[in-house]
């Protein structure tokens, strides 16, 4: 059986990686080789990877980093042609910003142990940060927190009497009664790079949404902050 296909969080690590040891300078026994093919063997983004007697072992890393050889202008050969397109697409989003890339790598590495592995019939998830799969699950999960959220909602009808959404204004009860009283959705505006593991989640790292702003904010990639998704309202 072939392993499964790179995903997000996998290729930004290899990457990162890349700008650090290129692969030029290093071979397949490196010691940073062989720790992300040991990192990749615990990210919780493949449920059966123990099927695979190959999965990321050091020379398939290794052979990963010589895939993005082919992008680089700074490399006079050609490289490995035969990578997929989402390799072109990490590339291209974070080539020309190795800061946010290593912040991204850090934060990754940091947190995936604290992840859980997705299951056999699990629900994919249907959208997924620039971040990858384990800091979007991570960001996920920290609005989903119901203790957190409840603190959220109860302290701002403390303060203003009402939940409204801090995007568009839209009030829940105003519209639908008392069927809408006490309803509204919270939103993690911390960025997803900034993500640190045991980090607890503050109040004020929380603002309430409507359901729609809460969907568009999250279709943005990378995802805005709440400033930068009022501009696009106005």
Request: glycine letters at 6%.
């Amino acid at each position: 059986m072939r392993n499964p296909k790179w995903t997000r969080d996998e290729l930004i690590l290899a990457l990162d990686l890349y700008f650090r040891n290129p692969p030029g300078k290093i071979s397949g026994d490196h010691p940073e080789i062989v720790q992300l093919s040991a990192l990749l063997n615990q990210l919780p983004v493949h449920p059966q990877k123990e099927k695979f007697q190959k999965f990321r072992n050091p020379n398939g890393v290794y052979m990963k980093l010589c895939n993005f050889l082919r992008f680089d202008p700074n490399y006079s050969g050609k490289g490995l042609q035969a990578g997929g397109k989402l390799e072109e697409e990490i590339w291209n989003e974070f080539a020309s910003n190795r800061t946010k890339l290593a912040q991204i790598a850090a934060s990754i590495r940091e947190n995936a142990q604290y992840i859980s592995r997705p299951q056999i019939g699990d629900i994919p998830d249907d959208e997924e940060f620039q971040e990858g799969k384990v800091l979007t699950r991570l960001h996920k999960f920290r609005e989903r927190s119901p203790s957190i959220t409840k603190k959220k909602k109860e302290s701002v009808l403390n303060q203003k009497g009402k939940l409204l959404c801090e995007a568009c204004g839209f009030d829940f009860e105003k519209k639908y009664g008392t069927l809408g009283r006490g309803f509204a959705e919270c939103h993690h505006m911390k960025p997803l790079a900034e993500l640190r593991a045991n980090q607890k989640t503050k109040l004020s790292d929380l603002c309430i949404l409507c359901s729609n702003c809460h969907r568009m904010i999250h279709r943005t990639k990378p995802m805005v902050s709440l400033e930068e998704f009022k501009k696009i309202l106005r």
